[in-house]
């Protein structure tokens, strides 16, 4: 069983960075893809990044492309998420997924296999 604990969140402003991590433990990150997400008071949950387990596809949210750049430790069982230029948009409760390589690359919202408890992020402007 796959745990995942996010950490680095917190009260920014607008234009600053934040980093994300998500520790997991349990078992081997290398084996699984990796999504972020994030959901805002009164919307839905988007998916702000997926990323494969091997190789170095990645794929991002329209609005966060060019801000955000996910990237994995496998020694530390880590992921990041590096959010640069925040904006009051991005103020949300941050989430890592997990989901199990063999079930496919890709990050679908309700599909995925593990998730964090979240760490907000809210940005002021």
């Known amino acids: 069983q796959l745990q995942l604990v996010e950490s680095g969140g917190g009260l920014v402003q607008s234009g600053g960075s934040l980093r994300l991590s998500c520790v997991a433990s349990?078992?081997?990150?290398?084996?699984?893809?990796i999504g972020w997400f994030r959901q805002a008071p009164g919307k839905e949950r988007e998916r702000v990044s997926c990323m494969s387990s091997v190789d170095a596809w990645r794929n991002y949210e329209d609005s966060v492309k060019g801000r955000f750049t996910v990237s994995r430790d496998n020694a530390k069982n880590t992921a990041y998420l590096q959010m640069n230029n925040l904006k009051p948009e991005d103020t949300a409760v941050y989430y890592c997924a997990a989901r199990h390589s063999w079930r496919g690359s890709l990050c679908p919202s309700y599909g995925m296999d593990y998730w964090g408890e979240g760490t907000p992020v809210t940005v002021s402007s």
């Open positions: 349990g078992s081997s990150l290398d084996t699984y893809v």
